[in-house]
């Protein structure tokens, strides 16, 4: 059971980790994006109805960028969320994307997000062994 909690630990890590990467990833893609077109942040801020100091405190990563204002700025750039949260450095676009919140709230939900974790890893596993 400790091997497995470690193991929940990790993977709640490498998730924060990587919605922090995308988030970086969505705040580079609207500067370049307010960039290219010739527009200030504050004319986003006006754009989307929120204050500047708003706009400048999510594209500073001091914020995260909620989804009704990543749906707002969607549509004023006429870019899919899609669009604003891909990596032009990474060449593949079916990335396999989670998120983990919270904790269980219960042991048979831990157990069950266990086996989970296991059939992924032999999947892995599986996946790579046929590639070899």
Not at 42 to 65: D, F, H, T, Y
Not at 69 to 89: C, F, H, N, Q, W
Not at 92 to 121: M, V
Request: hydrophobic residues 40%; aromatic residues 8%.
């Amino acid at each position: 059971m400790v091997e497995s909690r470690q193991l929940i630990d990790s993977m709640k890590r490498f998730c924060w980790r990587w919605t922090r990467m995308n988030n970086e990833i969505v705040i580079e893609n609207i500067k370049k994006w307010l960039e290219k077109n010739h527009h200030p942040q504050s004319w986003l801020a006006k754009e989307i109805n929120v204050s500047a100091p708003l706009i400048s405190q999510m594209l500073n990563g001091e914020r995260k960028i909620q989804t009704k204002y990543l749906l707002s700025i969607a549509t004023v750039t006429g870019m899919s969320p899609e669009e604003l949260a891909r990596d032009e450095k990474v060449l593949a676009d079916n990335e396999l994307t989670c998120e983990l919140r919270g904790d269980f709230s219960n042991p048979k939900l831990e157990n069950q997000f266990d086996k989970l974790l296991w059939d992924i890893q032999c999947y892995v596993d599986l996946a790579g062994a046929s590639h070899d």
